[in-house]
């Protein structure tokens, strides 16, 4: 298996990864999640998961840790075809100024039909 991987691991590292004590580097993604005949993004919800359980342990939190509004559900399903758009749309709006977030919250909010209130600004 380790020779799927560009450039190539040892079976300690895999081992590693399994135990999360390494973390799984993101380009190496789409070969595991070929390996294991799954989406990118259930793999990345597992190990949004499996991080935010580990970080709560380790802060004393007992809840999931998202529920600050900040962070997204991690079990938000996003089809992978859709994917792409949404990671690009999202970098586009962080790097916006505050006039133009605004106007796509509003954009978005009535062109959607989101009742106010759901999205924070």
């Known amino acids: 298996?380790?020779?799927?991987?560009?450039?190539?691991?040892?079976?300690?590292?895999?081992?590693?990864?399994?135990?999360?004590?390494?973390?799984?580097?993101?380009?190496?993604?789409?070969?595991?999640?070929?390996?294991?005949?799954?989406?990118?993004?259930?793999?990345t919800v597992l190990l949004e998961q499996e991080y935010t359980a580990k970080l709560s342990g380790r802060l004393g939190h007992t809840g999931s840790g998202l529920d600050n509004g900040f962070m997204s559900p991690a079990n938000l399903k996003i089809d992978p075809k859709d994917m792409d758009f949404m990671r690009q749309l999202y970098a586009a709006y962080q790097k916006s100024d505050p006039t133009t977030q605004h106007s796509f919250i509003s954009l978005c909010a009535s062109l959607l039909k989101i009742a106010p209130g759901v999205i924070q600004e």
């Open 1 to 43: 298996m380790g020779l799927l991987f560009d450039p190539p691991v040892t079976t300690q590292f895999i081992s590693n990864v399994e135990r999360g004590v390494t973390p799984l580097p993101p380009i190496h993604v789409p070969v595991l999640t070929r390996a294991l005949s799954i989406s990118e993004s259930e793999l």
